[in-house]
């Protein structure tokens, strides 16, 4: 559930609460959204026990409860969730439902200030400013305060006037004061009608301008981050729509569903991160014939993450996800065939697996077939053949491979050497590469200008011929490091 979700079912209990006495009992719809939250937060929902907690801790559709308000904003803020982190603080820092420890108050403002929460950010800025569960610290308390105050938060905004008004954490400033107080004198008739007219006798007609203007400013960045809050919170909105789309027809049983599913709990996109359940869920594709998800089993068992290590297994799911022709599978178990890991070693194997994921466009699996042919492992050493294959890959944007095409030209490897190609490559892979940037910027002194301006053109050809397969690399180099990064090599 998201923040809009949150608010919508406070602000319609709210209203609920107004229409009748406190005492008259609850209405069908309030008993109905009770038991809706309560159901949700007995079932782990985290924005649902911090809606809880609010609900008994404002007698809102249910008793008033202080001590049972702190248990839900507990088991929400323990889980992560900025609103419970932040209500949490609260109860520790009022005493409500709890022994007051301002100290523990700070703990629990500071997890969510840093999750970017407002409320929060502007309790730990008062903190500082007062000395109260931390050592007061005027610096520190800007900081935060300066963070609430530039996501609207008119009562950090008022503090923030204060403190340049005084030179508190900062050095004195009245056109800043000005600024501040102004911004949140839109929501606080005191500081409209009181504050500010006594900070303006002590400033001429040019500061007051100056500080109309910055508050101008003020107001500009304000609307921004609420703008890019909104998206965000859309963003995050539509990954929840998508797992509970991808829960559903998992459930349903079917295997692409279940892979997505698996992933999302894997990185953690729409629920908290679980590699057991991913694991799980990965499991119920792979036994439906899905070569992605096996492909991904593997690299679990491989590594043994969210289940425990088998690379039996691991060997297993990648051959059934080879036989169906699904490139990254047949790559790595290609590489154990090279290195006799789990398999008994066989080049002859290894390679006949690489040369089915390379003529599939697999960059990675044509550069480990042209290291063959360069050191003359498992096939006859064969330079121009080694290059081919390099440039296969460097076409599609791998700029290890890039690097190694300039490198067969430019060590003598293969003749006639082309220094304009080797140019080229070394300037695709600049992108990326540091070295290769040190590369080009070394061939390039000893160049003749014929010799540069025909690397430029070939390089221009390369990009003409094969620039929307180098641009895409990108996607196909990220879903490849995270099998990378699983199975540990």
């Known amino acids: 559930m998201n923040l809009a979700s949150r608010l919508c079912i406070v602000i319609m209990l709210v209203g609920l609460m107004q229409l009748s006495p406190a005492n008259a009992g609850m209405t069908a719809k309030e008993v109905l959204q009770f ?8 079932h782990g929902d985290a924005v649902s026990q911090d809606n809880l907690g609010i609900f008994y801790s404002d007698g809102l559709g249910v008793t008033k409860d202080q001590v049972i308000a702190f248990s839900w904003f507990m088991k929400s803020a323990e889980q992560g969730d900025a609103g419970g982190q932040h209500n949490l603080g609260n109860c520790y820092l009022s005493g409500e439902g709890v022994k007051k420890d301002a100290e523990a108050a700070v703990i629990w403002f500071k997890k969510a200030a840093d999750q970017g929460n407002a409320n929060a950010q502007h309790k730990l800025g008062y903190c500082y400013l007062n000395g109260e569960g931390v050592q007061l610290d005027y610096k520190q308390a800007v900081f935060w305060l300066r963070k609430a105050a530039l996501q609207g938060d008119h009562s950090a905004q008022a503090k923030l006037g204060v403190c340049f008004d005084m030179g508190n954490g900062v050095i004195a400033d009245r056109i800043e004061a000005f600024a501040y107080f102004k911004i949140a004198s839109d929501n ?25 203007n910055r508050a101008g400013e003020l107001r500009k960045e304000i609307e921004e981050a609420k703008i890019n809050k909104e998206a965000k919170n859309n963003r995050d909105a539509d990954v929840e729509r998508r797992f509970s789309t991808y829960l559903i027809q998992a459930q349903n049983g079917h295997p692409v569903a279940q892979y997505n599913l698996a992933e999302s709990y894997f990185y953690g996109v729409g629920v908290p991160k679980d590699r057991g359940q991913a694991a799980t869920w ?29 690379q039996s297994e691991a060997i297993k799911l990648y051959k059934d996800a080879a036989k169906q022709g699904f490139s990254e599978a047949q790559y790595w178990l290609g590489n154990y065939y090279s290195d006799g890991r789990g398999v008994e070693k066989n080049k002859a194997e290894a390679l006949r697996l690489w040369n089915q994921a390379a003529i599939q466009d697999h960059p990675i699996a044509q550069v480990a077939i042209g290291r063959c042919y360069q050191l003359g492992d498992g096939v006859n050493k064969d330079p121009v053949e080694a290059t081919k294959w390099y440039r296969m890959s460097a076409n599609q944007g791998y700029n290890f491979a890039q690097l190694l095409v300039a490198s067969m030209h430019l060590n003598g490897e293969i003749t006639p050497r082309d220094d304009s190609e080797a140019y080229a490559y070394l300037i695709l892979a600049c992108k990326t590469l540091s070295m290769a940037s040190e590369g080009a910027d070394k061939i390039e002194k000893t160049m003749s200008p014929e010799s540069k301006l025909k690397g430029q053109r070939k390089l221009e050809e390369l990009i003409s011929l094969h620039g929307t397969r180098i641009d895409s690399f990108e996607a196909f180099w990220n879903a490849h490091e995270r099998l990378k990064i699983r199975i540990g090599h």
């Open 35 to 42: 038991k809706i939250e309560k159901s949700r937060a007995e």
């Open 188 to 212: 606080d008739s005191f500081i409209r009608n009181s504050v500010l007219p006594e900070l303006a006798k002590r400033m001429h007609l040019g500061q007051i301008t100056s500080g109309e």
């Open 282 to 310: 990965y499991r119920k594709s792979a036994d439906q014939g899905y070569a992605m998800a096996q492909t991904c089993l593997a690299a679990c068992y491989a590594r043994g993450e969210g289940i425990q290590k088998n």
